[in-house]
């Protein structure tokens, strides 16, 4: 059976500091992989999604990057943290053949100081 | 511009009562519609899903109802148990699911009360 993970699950960091979350599926090939953010009162926004490995497709100009290494790893990276980036970051995959639906991780929140 | 609304942020229900959770949508390309249920610090799970060609979809306690002429559709639960209290989210997208993800409402805070 397939299943996502990604962590930390819990991250505590200064403004400026570098930000890395990481984002794995197993079970599945080829998937399609996506960063979202909950922020307060702002439901799930999608930041980035990747239908393949160095494909990389953002949804919203802001002060993050991420990556695809391997097939199925996602990363989610900053340079340089704002205080706006605090959220509970979530990713998620789909495959070609699903209708739709997409399959979530645990999430990681984030906290900026 | 949001493109799925969903203009409730919390809702209470009595246990046992049916809740009723709503959204509404602006794009008329979107063609596939889905309701996520979020406990805190969790992931969001699909809880379930309905096609533009149908106007209602069944799964044990839980319907979706889609009017497509007022670009609306809503979630039943019938009867609401004290596990069902978490934040709904409603979805779209077009094209069946393409690969630039789906659309997602704010959420609704869904508390049932004993």
């Known amino acids: 059976s397939q299943t996502i993970h990604q962590w930390p699950a819990t991250l505590v960091q200064p403004v400026g500091s570098p930000l890395s979350l990481e984002c794995t599926v197993e079970?599945?090939?080829?998937?399609?992989l996506y960063w979202y953010r909950q922020a307060a009162g702002r439901g799930l926004q999608l930041l980035f999604y990747s239908v393949g490995i160095g494909q990389i497709s953002s949804e919203v100009p802001q002060n993050l990057s991420a990556s695809r290494p391997q097939d199925r790893q996602f990363i989610l990276s900053s340079k340089k943290l704002l205080l706006s980036d605090s959220g509970f970051y979530l990713c998620a995959w789909t495959t070609l053949w699903n209708t739709g639906e997409l399959f979530f991780g645990e999430g990681s929140r984030l906290t900026v100081l | 511009d949001q493109q799925v609304k969903q203009n409730s942020p919390s809702l209470s229900v009595q246990e046992g009562r049916i809740s009723i959770l709503n959204c509404d949508y602006t794009?008329?390309?979107?063609?596939?519609f889905l309701w996520y249920k979020k406990y805190p610090a969790e992931g969001p799970t699909f809880l379930i899903s309905?096609?533009?060609?149908?106007d209602k979809n069944e799964d044990g306690r839980f319907t979706v109802f889609l009017n497509k002429s007022a670009k609306h559709l809503s979630l039943h639960i019938v009867p609401s148990q004290p596990g069902d209290s978490a934040v709904y989210f409603c979805?779209?997208?077009?094209?069946?699911?393409?690969?630039?993800?789906?659309?997602f409402g704010k959420g609704t805070h869904l508390i049932i009360q004993p």
């Open positions: 309905i096609s533009s060609i149908k």
């Open positions: 079970g599945t090939s080829n998937p399609n």
């Open positions: 979805a779209a997208s077009e094209g069946g699911g393409g690969a630039d993800g789906l659309t």
């Open positions: 794009n008329s390309m979107f063609d596939y």
